[in-house]
């Protein structure tokens, strides 16, 4: 019984809110206290009078596909594959680790509750929202649930994931975000919804977490069969790239959990926080991390003056007004850096052919190279001047084409010019790539 209010509880936003508020007393009242087998029938009877208006077939989506099947008293509850877990993974999960979990119970696997809006095809944008509570329960009341009603007035589909929890890893919960990421590109794509080209998430506390887990750890073309699942097969959905256009994180950046230089594809990133946080680690976080990428991808953050942890989208009496206005800022940014999460295929392919009218006169000889930099992976078009003295570079960073000019002395570079003002340290690489290759220079022939 506790299993299976478990699993009701996961799927919470496919039934009438006065049907869900009556069986949760029931449960909270009559079985939490005593597990008699009487006080387990007047549970039975509450769930019977559940009032669904919309199924879980048209409401949610499995991550990891459905396995199990739970049939209580008549009323037929389907559970997903836990997911595929991590080599070496140190929790026990065995079935009393599991249900000993504080939000799910054993063969139960995470969700993605679908919020589109009347028609999906007019949504400017997609975004995937993650409640907090560490990486231990979902928060979600205060919350996704509260975030869902203002993301779609703002014009987007919404997808609320019920991650893994504990005794779940970092890792595993990274997997399922990439893996609700892939899902809502795949659908948008098939089902021909709009906002094709901003599909963003927002994490609340431990749910920026797992966004953080994701863009660190299984970002890209990466699948679980690489993050070490070895039993894992791919599927037509890992096909689909799992970058996200941008990340919302509201007071969830740990300090400890912070920018990796290994993801190229890093999302345009805002960031809010209160500044009154007293949960360790939060407001350093927030801001390292805006430091550290500021310059590199596109960046916001806003500080709520007396705001502590927890606001959610500013829904409730007892925290700041100014916590409400958070979403419309997002929403404004991602306006701004719709399509930001460019396919890397894509990338290479606009950046094959250099028109050589571009590149100032004194260049005269030039090669062409993919290289692996600091900040990016990028094919590379090197050109310099006879002499080899100074030197013209176009190269992708951070989803932007960039041009890098310099000098060239005893083997150092010194760099003049940087369209984007960010990466100098790359351009010695690539001269240093440029000389060690073998394939001779060409020519550049100007009209």
């Known amino acids: 019984m506790n299993r299976n209010f478990r ?105 993605l509750i679908k919020c589109l809006l009347d028609d999906p095809t007019q949504a400017k944008g997609n975004i995937v929202l993650i409640s907090g509570g560490g990486f231990i329960e979902r928060s979600n009341p205060a919350e996704g649930y509260a975030a869902i009603p203002c993301f779609n007035a703002l014009g987007y589909n919404c997808f609320l994931l019920q991650r893994r929890v504990a005794p779940f890893s970092y890792e595993d919960i990274a997997m399922d975000m990439q893996r609700a990421i892939r899902l809502v590109r795949y659908h948008a794509e098939k089902e021909g919804w709009g906002g094709q080209d901003m599909i963003a998430a927002a994490g609340f506390s431990g749910g920026g977490g797992t966004i953080m887990a994701a863009v660190r750890l299984a970002y890209g073309e990466l699948t679980p069969a690489d993050e070490g699942a070895t039993s894992y097969i791919p599927d037509e959905i890992d096909e689909v790239n799992s970058d996200l256009d941008v990340a919302n994180f509201a007071y969830g950046v740990q300090a400890s959990l912070l920018y990796t230089e290994d993801n190229p594809n890093w999302p345009a990133t805002y960031i809010t926080y209160g500044n009154e946080d007293t949960v360790e680690g939060v407001i350093e976080g927030c801001t390292s991390l805006y430091e550290m990428i500021k310059d590199a991808v596109p960046a916001q953050i806003y500080m709520v003056d007396g705001a502590h942890h927890g606001f959610g989208v500013g829904q409730s009496s007892n925290v700041p007004e100014a916590c409400a206005q958070w979403p419309i800022q997002a929403d404004a940014f991602m306006m701004d850096n719709k399509g930001f999460s460019v396919n890397r295929s894509q990338i290479a392919s606009e950046n094959e052919e250099v028109n050589d009218s571009e590149i100032p006169e004194k260049f005269t000889k030039a090669k062409s190279f993919y290289g692996f930099y600091t900040f990016t992976n990028s094919d590379v078009y090197f050109a310099m001047n006879e002499e080899e003295t100074e030197f013209h570079a176009e190269y992708t960073v951070m989803h932007r084409q960039n041009v890098i000019e310099g000098t060239v002395e005893d083997g150092v570079v010194t760099v003049t010019y940087n369209a984007i003002g960010f990466a100098d340290d790359d351009a010695q690489m690539m001269y240093e790539d440029a000389i060690s290759i073998e394939d001779p220079w060409e020519p550049i022939v100007r009209e």
């Open 7 to 111: 699993i009701i509880q996961a799927f919470e936003l496919l039934f009438t809110e006065e049907s869900y508020d009556e069986y949760s007393k029931v449960y909270s009242r009559q079985f939490k206290r005593s597990q008699s087998f009487e006080d387990a029938q007047k549970v039975v009877e509450a769930q019977s009078v559940l009032v669904q208006h919309t199924s879980i077939e048209d409401g949610a989506w499995f991550l990891w596909g459905t396995n199990a099947q739970d049939n209580v008293n008549g009323y037929e509850w389907f559970t997903g594959n836990v997911g595929p877990v991590v080599d070496g993974e140190e929790a026990e999960l065995t079935e009393e680790a599991l249900d000993e979990s504080h939000m799910d119970g054993y063969g139960q696997g995470p969700v």
